[in-house]
């Protein structure tokens, strides 16, 4: 054991004895240990020596409450309290308990606004999202500019003469289809192969796409919204 700890240890019984009249109310030997600890530097050992030794030389009380001791100082040697000083004592409790809840309240908003703060941008970053901002728009602004000065566009009567030409392919192609799969459809009938060794023979020189249910990508088109 160090000098210091001896000291404290050999000092243990004075100042414990002291805290408890200080406090008046039951602690356990841990509860003294860790409330002096810091302070005074005494150990869990030295505690539960010394608070036996003021129990045994009468200085405190002690009650065992199954393998717990409490120890707690004498009270005979504080002054009696009245009715009226008890009932005193309570609205100070009282008004000390609600003052407690409404500073928690106020703790809480706190707590509340301060992380609002902390999460939103400062000055500098609202500033350069500003900025950032700004050049977007800029950088649109200028390209509306230049679609707009754009003299090529597509008039009305083109784009609908493209949707009839498209719809006149896209028939002739269905048409085309149609007949290619009845012609396969009298082939096969009597071809000892199958078809897809029908689709590769030398006989078939077309490929099996033409089957393909999809509109060709070069007769596609967007649809054209219905007017009214």
């Known amino acids: ?9 050999a000092g243990a019984p004075g100042i414990i004895l002291r805290y408890l009249r200080e406090q008046n ?13 810091k302070e005074h530097g005494l150990g869990k050992a030295a505690v539960v020596k010394a608070l036996d030794q003021l129990a045994q030389e009468g200085k405190i009380k002690e009650k065992t409450y199954g393998k717990q001791k409490i120890y707690f100082a004498h009270q005979d040697q504080f002054d009696a309290v009245s009715d009226a000083d008890l009932h005193s004592l309570d609205a100070k409790i009282a008004a000390l308990i609600a003052k407690v809840q409404s500073l928690q309240q106020s703790c809480r908003h706190m707590e509340a606004e301060l992380k609002e703060l902390t999460n939103a941008l400062t000055t500098p970053e609202m500033q350069k999202e500003i900025q950032e901002l700004k050049n977007e728009c800029a950088r649109y602004t200028e390209r509306l500019r230049n679609i707009k000065a754009v003299t090529n566009h597509i008039t009305p009567e083109e784009k609908e003469e493209v949707y009839k030409d ?4 896209c028939k002739e192609w269905r048409k085309r289809k149609r007949m290619t799969t009845e012609l396969c459809d009298a082939i096969l009938e009597g071809y000892p192969k199958s078809k897809k060794q029908f689709f590769v023979s030398d006989a078939c020189s077309y490929s099996p796409g033409i089957f ?9 088109l967007p649809h054209r919204r219905k007017s009214g």
């Open 25 to 37: 109310r039951p602690y356990s030997a841990q509860d003294v240990f860790g409330n002096l600890q």
């Open 212 to 220: 393909a249910q999809r509109t060709p990508s070069f007769l596609s």
């Open 166 to 169: 498209r719809q006149k392919y």
């Open 1 to 9: 054991m160090s000098k210091s700890r001896a000291e404290a240890a």
